[in-house]
């Protein structure tokens, strides 16, 4: 039995600890957000936030985590869906299929919370998740515009 | 301009009352998924009363528009709900989507029409229908107000869901009187709106399905959960045609959630566990023996030869012939020849193959992201062994599709298969990346060798197009053939139609010689455009070349007979400043299409540093679909069709070995990143008068307007692909 802070909640997870944090989300506690596609780290899916950091998912396991990090999924980004990237990628429309969204904002919002106002090429840098629909250019007017909701919101 | 067009309407057509609805509503509520769950999937379950199939008008207003094409990405969903809204004139503000099932459809005798969502059909192979079911609603809502109110329809207007009796004033919504309409007949005729008058059809309105995109709330069939469900992995024969011969369960039936091993048809194995991560853990552990079948000695290098052999070979089918090209080229003062190639490229949908079933004696019924609905309860009525009046499929909005889900349903005969194993229990199957490498519908592979020559003023006066490689209806759909030919293979290069050659040669021949290896080929998003669009208008800048003429020039000469190809042309010329110098070290190309009835246009800006490291800058896009339904989800379109079309240029080869694909996931089987993706500036330049395809048509000009700008860069033309192939250092 593991302890584990997700979404700012105590949780027990009854699973073996090498089962990957995505499984332990998806299955044992119904947060099917994070997506699985590769399952190898590569496409960026799965992406959740541990302690502010963005992580791909699928390669952590349980083992390696413990109650005093804070995990953050798409579900627990913001209270009822109005972070900045959240009301940005509304306004622009973003996404296609949709699938590999979550893991996209959730890559975004990581970076915005290190680096406030990115240049494209930070963008380009660190937001290397896959989308085989092909919304990158709305991903990065998506995160332009997320700074500029956020300083209209700060001022 | 289109004029109105009187639709006849067979009264049996939309003699749907509200008592088949009530049959359908049961159905619904047979699910074994939430209440909120369903919603989310978007799950048919709207309560009546329903006008007729298309619409569905609650109390409070809610319009709910039902929707048989699938949404994969591409907005079809969002786009036929403005198409039905135009002639409905509901308030757009209140409309949602739902997707009625198959199995509903077949009850009743198909009212809903084809379901397949491909061939970039969703909007063009529908609109006259849908449009018709919302204007038939609106007659009918529109005689239910009169004849409460005992007035004459024709006093009376409506405007986003509100009904007004003109001479007095009275409205009432048509929320009030649905009930009342859903019990009238039909009228027998209506008429479509002059698209001048159209209001909402040719409007950027946002998509319908974004929301519940940006949270986690939208359910994919991979997140469905069911009371009960159990989950299953499974592993098919690595080797094309191979089988399964044994395995060892004991090995792993002790293993943590396992519940059973099973075979799967004749060629797989899988795991079903309490999770997808327990089974997959499991069949990883589990010892199995293949019988690998014919086609071990099957490879890249032997599918070449193959193909080479058909480059040369005497028979041919011909796909289009004017003049006499043997003639022209002989009597050419320069001729060139070249050979391209192009590879196998797996579809690689960001969620991998998936579907969830439930069998019992007496009724099947499946969850999962098709393409075509229809297509998947065929696959479960002949997995299931039940009659089709027992079977049912609900369809999830796909995490991708790009032609996998659609004539193959693989996935959904396999899920069947074992759940009819574990009977009452709801199965779902997920396979892993891994599995969706290796078991593909993949792009075939072709080569082509081009022959054209050139007068002594550099005029093109023959052009001989020899196409040699794999068919894809000879494995999907023999049905379709016409004489043995897959027309399929000429896109782009036929005589006339949705996929012309966008020009006029005088001395023609193209040709296709079918070498069909024993690797699975499937359609895939643009399907053979993207290579016969890479081979005929590389090959038409290498004439330009040879002819020492411009590229725009050269191809202008050849488009008189084709203004509508040449507009789109035109217009990425003009927009990018051909002819007008670039940046320091940026190089254009050209590229102009007639795909899926569509007129598209590129030009490309690259640059190739010394290093041969290439960076695409922007392309310029234009595309002609006759009408634009949503321009702003067109754009999406096109730069989303860069993508597919840049990625499978840049990195897209799935190579064989032994008999299977060697590629196995993302890090031998790339996909572009943020960091490769050009700027993209779309010009939507609708003509009128027809319906064009939107998803596809412009994956066929990306490709080689990159190309013919690196050959300006580089001065290097690169016929085999992926360029990460490719030494592109200049020449």
Not at chain 1, 130 to 141: E, H, W
Not at chain 2, 435 to 443: I, T
Request: with cysteine; charged share 20%; aromatic share 6%.
């Amino acid at each position: 039995m593991s302890k584990l802070k997700i979404n700012g909640k105590l949780v027990d997870i009854d699973v073996d600890d090498s089962t990957p944090l995505l499984w332990a989300l998806r299955e044992q506690l119904g947060l099917t957000g994070a997506k699985y596609s590769c399952g190898i780290g590569i496409c960026g899916s799965c992406t959740v936030h541990i302690n502010g950091k963005a992580v791909r998912s699928c390669i952590v396991p349980i083992s390696a985590l413990d109650a005093s990090q804070e995990i953050t999924t798409i579900e627990g980004l913001s209270a009822d869906g109005n972070h900045p990237l959240q009301q940005a990628w509304a306004e622009l429309d973003v996404p296609q299929c949709g699938y590999c969204q979550p893991g996209m904002i959730m890559t975004a919002a990581a970076l915005l919370k290190d680096n406030p106002d990115p240049s494209d090429a930070d963008i380009d840098t660190n937001v290397t998740n896959i989308c085989r629909c092909g919304t990158f250019n709305r991903v990065r007017s998506g995160i332009h515009l997320a700074v500029d909701i956020n300083k209209r919101e700060k001022s | 301009m289109m004029k109105n067009e009187c639709v006849n309407i067979s009264r049996r057509e939309f003699l749907i009352r509200s008592t088949t609805a009530g049959a359908g509503f049961s159905l619904g509520l047979y699910l074994p998924l939430s209440a909120s769950m369903t919603m989310a999937a978007g799950v048919a379950q709207s309560t009546p009363p329903e006008v007729n199939a298309w619409v569905v008008i609650q109390p409070d207003d809610t319009v709910i528009i039902r929707i048989a094409r699938s949404e994969m990405g591409q907005g079809t969903l969002t786009g036929l709900a403005q198409l039905v809204t135009e002639e409905l004139e509901c308030d757009w503000s209140k409309v949602t989507t739902e997707y009625p099932t198959p199995g509903q459809s077949l009850a009743r005798k198909r009212v809903w029409g084809s379901f397949a969502t491909g061939g970039s059909q969703g909007i063009r192979g529908s609109h006259q229908y849908v449009r018709k079911g919302g204007a038939v609603a609106r007659a009918m809502l529109i005689e239910a107000a009169a004849e409460a109110w005992g007035v004459s329809t024709e006093e009376c207007s409506v405007a986003a869901s509100v009904i007004t009796h003109t001479p007095t004033g009275r409205t009432t919504t048509y929320g009030k009187v649905s009930a009342a309409a859903a019990e009238l007949p039909p009228p027998f005729e209506v008429e479509l709106k002059d698209p001048k008058d159209w209001k909402i059809i040719g409007k950027s309105v946002k998509r319908l399905d974004t929301v519940d995109k940006l949270n986690g709330k939208q359910v994919f069939a991979t997140d469905l959960q069911m009371p009960g469900m159990l989950n299953a992995s499974i592993k098919a024969c690595p080797t094309f045609g191979g089988k399964l011969k044994s395995f060892d369960a004991s090995k792993v039936n002790k293993m943590p959630g396992v519940r059973k091993v099973v075979r799967v048809e004749d060629d797989a194995v899988a795991v079903v566990a309490d999770t997808w991560w327990q089974a997959k853990t499991a069949l990883d552990a589990l010892p199995i023996t293949w019988d690998s079948g014919p086609n071990t000695k099957v490879s890249s290098a032997s599918i070449d030869q193959m193909l080479d052999e058909g480059l040369s070979a005497k028979d041919a089918f011909v796909g289009n012939k004017n003049g006499d090209v043997k003639k022209a080229l002989k009597g050419a003062v320069k001729t060139i020849e070249a050979t391209y190639r192009y590879p196998y490229q797996n579809h690689a949908t960001m969620e991998p193959m998936n579907a969830t079933a439930r069998w019992t004696t007496d009724r099947c019924e499946v969850w999962c992201p098709t393409q075509n609905g229809e297509a998947a309860l065929q696959a479960t009525i002949d997995a299931a062994g039940l009659p089709a009046n027992k079977c049912d499929v609900h369809k999830i909005h796909l995490g991708g599709g790009f032609g996998r889900r659609g004539a193959f349903h693989d996935f959904v005969t396999q899920a069947v298969s074992i759940a009819k194993q574990m009977p009452g229990t709801p199965v779902k199957l997920l396979w892993t990346r891994e599995e969706d490498m290796m078991h593909g519908h993949y792009h075939p592979i072709t080569k082509a060798k081009m022959v054209g020559g050139l007068d002594k003023k550099g005029n093109l006066v023959g052009l001989h197009v020899r196409i040699s490689g794999q068919s894809i209806l000879a494995s999907v759909n023999p049905a379709w053939m016409k004489n043995g030919v897959d027309i399929f293979t000429f896109q782009g290069m036929l005589p006339e139609g949705d996929h012309e050659i966008s020009y006029s040669v005088p001395n023609l021949l193209v040709e296709h010689a079918m070498r069909n290896p024993p690797v699975p080929p499937g359609f895939w998003r643009g399907v053979n455009i993207n290579q016969n669009a890479i081979y005929m208008e590389s090959f038409v800048d290498e004439l330009a070349d040879a002819a020492g003429k411009d590229p725009l020039e050269f191809r202008r000469k050849l488009m008189a007979s084709h203004p509508k190809s040449l507009a789109v042309l035109n217009a990425v010329a003009k927009k990018a400043g051909w002819g007008k110098p670039a940046a320091k070290g940026i190089y254009r190309g050209l590229a102009v299409c007639k795909a899926f009835a569509s007129h598209v246009a590129a030009c490309a800006e690259v640059s190739v540093d010394d290093d041969g490291n290439l960076k695409i800058h922007r392309i310029v896009a234009a595309t002609d679909p006759g009408y634009a339904v949503n321009p702003q989800q067109i754009e999406a379109q096109v730069e989303g069709s860069f993508v597919f079309g840049l990625s499978a240029l840049l990195y897209g080869e799935c190579t064989i070995k032994n008999g299977g694909v060697e590629q196995r996931n993302f890090h031998n089987y790339p996909s572009m990143l943020m960091a490769q993706m050009p700027k993209v500036d779309v010009i939507v330049m609708p003509s009128g008068g027809f319906w064009g395809g939107i998803g596809e048509p412009t994956i066929a000009v990306a490709a080689p307007a990159v190309l013919n700008a690196i050959f300006a860069a580089t001065g290097k033309r690169i016929r085999q692909f992926p360029l990460k192939n490719a030494d592109l250092r200049s020449a």
